[in-house]
């Protein structure tokens, strides 16, 4: 009788992909909660928009005073190769605004890259005075 047999590796696949989910769910209600308290901080309408994705991006654009056509931008990694970087792009583009908008330096967007230091960050400018 083996030990680890192909019922003991799916079952280690199963959990792992539900450890993963969980962390997975937490950022987002995290970045959610964080979105919806930057959005009331600055009087933005429709504060909920922050647990719908795409809507998200959506109340981002007019958190950070950008057009809203610039929710468009979730398209741009359908561009190969530079895709996925002009996505970023745009995105630490929108996030600056967003935090010149409660009266943050802007560069701040820029750390939105570094993970861990990403949720601090996005953290402080939600509910730091």
Do not use: D
């Not at 280690?12 to 009331?40: D, E, H, N």
């Not at 741009?76 to 745009?90: K, R, S, T």
């Amino acid at each position: 009788m083996a030990l680890f047999g192909p019922s003991m590796g799916l079952a280690m696949m199963g959990a792992f992909f539900v450890v993963w989910l969980v962390v997975i769910l937490a950022f987002y209600v995290y970045f959610a909660l964080a979105l919806m308290s930057i959005a009331k901080k600055t009087k933005t309408k429709n504060a909920w928009l922050a647990w719908i994705p795409i809507a998200n991006i959506y109340l981002m654009t007019q958190v950070g005073k950008v057009p809203a056509w610039w929710t468009l931008s979730v398209l741009l990694p359908i561009i190969p190769f530079i895709g996925g970087l002009a996505l970023a792009a745009v995105m630490i583009y929108i996030w600056w605004k967003i935090a010149e908008a409660i009266h943050r330096p802007g560069w701040w967007s820029i750390l939105l890259i570094v993970p861990i230091v990403n949720l601090v960050i996005v953290g402080i400018m939600a509910w730091g005075k």
